[in-house]
């Protein structure tokens, strides 16, 4: 199992952070335990992957980068997508399958889309969505911005060849992408030492000569501090780097997992170190806030859930007659000429 030394450095991080970052993650917890419960109602449907217990790394991202600066990720993606602006009204819906959803209902959880928050999905196949953030972060270099891409996946995801190969191009071609492994340290039921001799994920940035380092992924500061590093590293043009962000989810892999290949003590370990504990803590520590802000924070962003479930409920479902919109036809597909 994979452990970090905590690296903070609260010094340089004022007031506005910890308060964006604890209101921030406590919407995304608040949302996704309700989202847990609504599936159980049957009123989501689908597949269910929760985020929770990985909030500190979507908080300390959102605090490093700016608005054009875009972001990819895997299937997991509810707290990236809610980090990134997409509203939770729009994210509700989504998960309801309705069409004021971010992706017009026909995603689900696993395919949140926002192209005016620079959110890119929300990819279900493992370790497929590599290669488009590189992709998309090459598009800024070619029309000469200096916004970067920020490439998440999970520790499953570092097995697969498409990770290699991009990695390869990116470091020949100094792509400005920041790849960020979320290693929380399972794969579905596999943990990383069952899958690889090599437990400490950044290593294999190495081989590319790609800058690479393994972060507390339960601290905001230090994956802010990660983060501004390899995105200001990538902003002036030198290229990529990868991040192992070492994290913890509370839940099962999915709504359908006992999580029988781990133990209840080794969960209750990692929350203990819950980070918006850590940051509310650090909030009434430092008199940021008081125990009455704290919880107007709680009661407003109970409000906002609450909010979305009603807009959700009060959605319309796709109308039939859109069933073919937004579909594509190739039609020399198999590329068959005559
Ligand atoms: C190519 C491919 N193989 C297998 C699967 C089935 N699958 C779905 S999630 C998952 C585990 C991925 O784990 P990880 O990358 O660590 O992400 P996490 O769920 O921990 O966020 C697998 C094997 C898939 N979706 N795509
Ligand atoms: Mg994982």
Known sequence: MSTVKAKKETGKIGKETYLQWYELMLLIRRFEERAGVLFGQQKIRGFLHLYIGQEAIAAGVISAIRKEDGIITAYRDHGLALAKGVPANECMAELFGKST???????????FFSKENYFFGGHAIVGAHIPLGAGIAFAEKYKGTDNVCLCFFGDGAVRQGALHETFNLAMLWKIPVV??????????????????????IHQLGAAYDMPSEQVDGMSCEAVHDAISKAVAHARKGEGASFLEIVTYRYRGHSMSDPAKYRTREEVEEYKKHDPIEQVKATLLEKKFATEK????????????????????????????SELYDYNYTQKDYPFLTD
């Open 293 to 320: 802000d704290v919880e107007e924070i709680e009661k407003k962003v109970m409000a906002a859930v609450e909010a979305s479930v009603e807009f959700a409920e009060q959605s319309p479902y796709p109308d039939a």
């Open 179 to 200: 790849f960020v492994c979320e290693n929380n340290q399972y794969a579905m039921g596999t943990s990383v030492g069952r899958s690889s001799n090599v437990t400490a």
């Open 101 to 111: 959803g971010c992706s017009k209902g026909r995603g689900g959880s696993m395919h």
